[in-house]
Nanobody, 116 residues
């Protein structure tokens, strides 16, 4: 059974930092492209960042470039999203996504709230 379990969300002040993690099990993790998506209340889910299976290339939404960093540890079957200089508009549920061709898995999400 495939599981993607996010952790590390919480409440942080504007300008602060947070790192969310996604631990994968039940799949050949090193073969999958891993991504982070987010969904704010009343908005569509959007792609935040992606990383290739080998971790040698990353891509970011324009809104987070220079502030967020995605990384992965294939030995630990874990992908991370380091979020710096957080803004209130970054408030959302953050979802982990694993993709290999047409095979896609989602985590249950972790809430990130940026507020003073």
């Amino acid at each position: 059974q495939v599981q993607l379990v996010e952790s590390g969300g919480g409440l942080v002040q504007p300008g602060g930092s947070l790192r969310v993690s996604c631990a994968a099990s039940g799949l050949p993790f090193s073969l999958y492209v891993m991504s982070w998506y987010r969904q704010a209340p009343g908005k569509e889910r959007e792609l935040v960042a992606s990383i290739t299976s080998a971790g040698d290339s990353t891509d970011y939404a324009d809104s987070v470039k220079g502030r967020f960093s995605i990384s992965r540890d294939n030995a630990r079957n874990t992908v991370y999203l380091q979020m710096n200089s957080l803004k209130p508009e970054d408030t959302a549920v953050y979802y982990c996504n694993a993709r290999l061709s047409y095979i896609v898995y989602w985590g249950q999400g972790t809430q990130v709230t940026v507020s003073s």
